[in-house]
């Protein structure tokens, strides 16, 4: 029998009727002969109360802890899900990660799937199972201990499944019909995409769009897993959401596809620190080590052998980055006048594929962003992509200005 995989996220399931919903979706793909793999995430605001929970409990956490308490959400939709397909006469069981069993590193909160054998649901399919409904964003890491993939991690769960299952495509159903080319929550004007080539998701997933987890677009483009975005709530027809597909299978492309936000970024300079060689290493191999995630980086000019470093990092990361910097520098291996943070920034971001061969986006987001009396704080680039770094009150304003200047209300 074929094989489709289905992941449902949390606003999905965030009730029984829509967990009905849900799985009279999966009774119609098993009507049409497949079997069926569906991977269900915690209902929804259930994943943020359980983080809520530890963190009060223990604000410094032992992170196998945070995982055992955050992962229980999957588990409740899993085996409710596997009821209402039996109460439909749909042959179902749940399965937790560690009865897969999914194989992870033993990174706890952001580990990643190493191996997901697949002869245990193989079996049951084979004893007529239709329906193995997973429970997504959690693992068991080689110690033995439960582990999860980080925020969103369902949908690369999901997509490691279609892989190791050979699926012949992962439908991801979540509450908006597709890739739109900014977030529609927040553009009015955002367009539905009918097909967004890998490279262009990955980016967007990265710089914040969160419909797809990066790490799941980055396993789909690896494997080559046909994966699909669409909407719980409507009838779907076969070709129905968005398609993320190799670039040489989209006819023809805007050279700005899509604008990406992230709103909870800080930016931090360190004021003052001498410029000689090994300075940027002796920053951020402190910085790393205290698991800050470090995305923008600039360095003033000197003078008189003293530069200022300037970073970004997410907003909860602040207190961690100054309390390594405040040690690094007690230790004698950094030396810096003060360090500086503003916690009230956001990065905006246009990705197209087509930028490798037109110039002047850069410019032309520069001029928007200045038409708008917004004022630009750190600038990076790379081959597809172009991200800035602004005050978070004029986020939406900028993404906005910046979809209407890139006529994204046109895409399709
Ligand atoms: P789920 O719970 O189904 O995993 P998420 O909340 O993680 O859903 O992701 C879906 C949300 O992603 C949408 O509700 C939307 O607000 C947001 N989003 C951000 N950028 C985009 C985009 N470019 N296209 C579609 N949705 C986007
Ligand atoms: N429930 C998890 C989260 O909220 C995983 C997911 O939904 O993808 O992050
Ligand atoms: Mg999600």
Redesign the pocket.
Known sequence: MPVLVMK?????VATLDRIKRAAKRVGVEVAKGYDVIVIV?AM?GETNKLVGFVEETSPLFDAREYDAVVSSGENVTAGLMALTLQEMDVPARSWQGWQVPVKTTSAHSAARIEDIPPENIMRKFGEGMKVAVVAGFQGISPEGRITTLGR?G??TTAVAFAAAFGAERCD?????D????????ICDK?RKLDRIAFEEMLE?ASL????LQTRSVELAMRYKVKLR?LSSFEEQSDDAGTLVCDEEDIMESNVVA?V?YSRDEAKMTLVSVADRPGIAAAIFTPLSEAGVNVDMIVQNISEEGRTDMTFSCPTNQVQRAEKAMMEAKAAGKINFHDIVADTAVAKVSVVGIGMRSHTGVAAKMFQVLSKEGINIKVITTSEIKISVLIDRKYMELAVQALHDAFELEKAA
């Open positions: 449902f996220g949390g606003t999905s995430s929804s969103g369902s949908d991801i159903y979540t509450d908006v597709g890739v739109y080319t900014t977030d529609p929550r955002a967007l914040g769009a969160k419909v975005v899509g990406a």
